[in-house]
């Protein structure tokens, strides 16, 4: 199993500004993955993070208000540009080492005013 | 596009009940995995089925996963309060792994 580690655990941002998220993991993996969770719902696929190559977006996410990181097997970013109240959300870094299996990171959770 | 609805969204039980929470895919699914989150808490994987009909235990936990490979469902059985939590179905499609809404159980001791 891999173990995941997000920066920072939580903040609180104002309006307009940008947040960098990071997620470390303990050993070489597949792929990495970054979600949305809204509190009390289902985990929402935001892309996957490729590395040394741009992330794969899913349909209602872009580029432009996620861009996203991955210099090497171990890490990545993950940045929510230009916020508003909407954005606030978990975000959680997940990756698959070998098989599909996801291990996810303690999340981090964004609240925008 | 694929869809995966899990229900119940709820479910409340006396400690020593047991729980059943249903999954249901859109499409046929090359495996379906399932995701314990504690309160406050991530997913944490519990386990994977990959076969049509198979079935797996995992102590009090009965996994399932149907025939036509679009549905699964996860048994608890005497329910403990270590059990509470949201229990997520994710079903792996011909392109991505898609999470159910989760059915969140509680428990009275």
């Known amino acids: 199993s891999a173990v995941i580690s997000q920066k920072p655990s939580r903040d609180i941002c104002q309006r307009g500004t940008s947040l960098t998220i990071q997620c470390q993991v303990d050993?070489?993996?597949?792929?990495m993955f970054w979600y949305r969770q809204q509190p009390g719902q289902s985990l929402t696929l935001i892309a996957t993070?490729?590395?040394?190559?741009?992330?794969?977006?899913e349909s209602g996410f872009v580029i432009d208000k996620f861009p996203i990181s991955r210099p090497n097997l171990t890490f990545s970013t993950l940045t929510v540009s230009n916020m508003s109240p909407e954005d606030s959300s978990i975000y959680l870094c997940?990756?698959?080492?070998?098989?599909?299996?996801?291990?996810f990171g303690p999340g981090t959770r964004l609240t925008v005013l | 596009g694929q869809q995966v609805m899990q229900i119940p969204q709820y479910q409340h039980v006396q400690e020593g009940e047991d729980f059943t929470t249903y999954c249901n895919s859109s499409?046929?699914?090359?495996?379906i995995q399932w995701y314990k989150q504690r309160p406050g808490g991530h997913p944490v994987f519990l386990i994977q089925?990959?076969?049509?009909?198979e079935v797996k235990k995992q102590k009090r936990l009965t996994f399932q996963f149907g025939e036509a490979k679009k549905n699964s469902s996860l048994h608890i059985t005497a329910t403990q309060t270590t059990d509470v939590g949201t229990y997520f179905c994710?079903?792996?499609?011909?392109?991505?792994?898609?999470f159910g809404q989760g059915t969140r159980l509680t428990i009275n001791p």
């Open positions: 050993s070489q993996v597949t792929m």
């Open positions: 993070a490729n590395q040394g190559s741009e992330a794969t977006y």
């Open positions: 089925l990959v076969k049509s009909g």
């Open positions: 499409t046929t699914l090359s495996n």
């Open positions: 997940s990756a698959t080492s070998g098989s599909d299996t996801q291990y």
């Open positions: 994710a079903g792996r499609g011909a392109q991505k792994l898609v």
